[in-house]
């Protein structure tokens, strides 16, 4: 899991490496902070709210999606950035109500590499690394994760997808919430 939470990171940060005052090339770590102080200062103020849960119904018995909620009235803020090559990063924290109607926080990196059809659309595929925690797991200590992310943006709204992989009766959701960001 760590391997691919660094590969993940190693891709994030663009294929050219961000260079240091000498011209050698920074080290991961050099670069990581480089880009996530990049997002904190030059990034723009981004909203969320989170929309809808949806639990696979192939994965899941009748019985126990009738006692899920869907509704994960919540929501948070953030600060992203587009960059050079028009893909998007992003820091984040969002707190809503999870399957059970417990409170769930959850921050993070998330990052999308972002075909764009035209100047004010796009559609991406990426990732985000976060923290979260739980009553169900881990009795609400905090834990890491990786999932993976689908976007559709138009100028300053996107609609993300994460999905929580699983087996049966467990995971298997498909999380929706929309990102506003302001100028």
């Not at 990581?32 to 981004?46: E, H, S």
């Not at 990732?127 to 689908?150: C, E, K, Q, S, Y």
Request: proline share 5%; net charge positive.
């Amino acid at each position: 899991m760590k391997k691919i939470v660094y590969l993940l990171l190693i891709i994030s940060l663009n294929s050219q490496p961000v260079r240091a005052q000498d011209n050698q090339p920074k080290s991961f770590w050099e670069q990581c902070k480089a880009r996530l102080f990049q997002i904190w200062y030059q990034g723009k103020t981004d909203l969320y709210v989170t929309n809808y849960a949806w639990h696979n119904r192939y994965t899941y018995s009748h019985e126990k999606l009738s006692t899920y909620n869907e509704l994960p009235w919540g929501g948070g803020i953030g600060k992203g950035l587009w960059d050079e090559h028009g893909n998007w990063h992003g820091l984040y924290a969002i707190t809503f109500l999870d399957s059970h109607k417990n409170v769930q926080p959850m921050g993070g990196y998330g990052h999308l590499w972002v075909l764009h059809p035209s100047e004010n659309t796009g559609i991406g595929l990426g990732f985000t690394l976060m923290v979260t925690a739980r009553p169900d797991i881990l009795h609400n200590a905090p834990f890491p994760g990786a999932l993976p992310l689908l976007s559709l943006h138009y100028k300053q709204l996107m609609i993300i997808g994460a999905y929580v992989p699983g087996s049966e009766n467990i995971g298997n959701v498909l999380f929706v919430m929309t990102k506003i960001t302001f100028n």
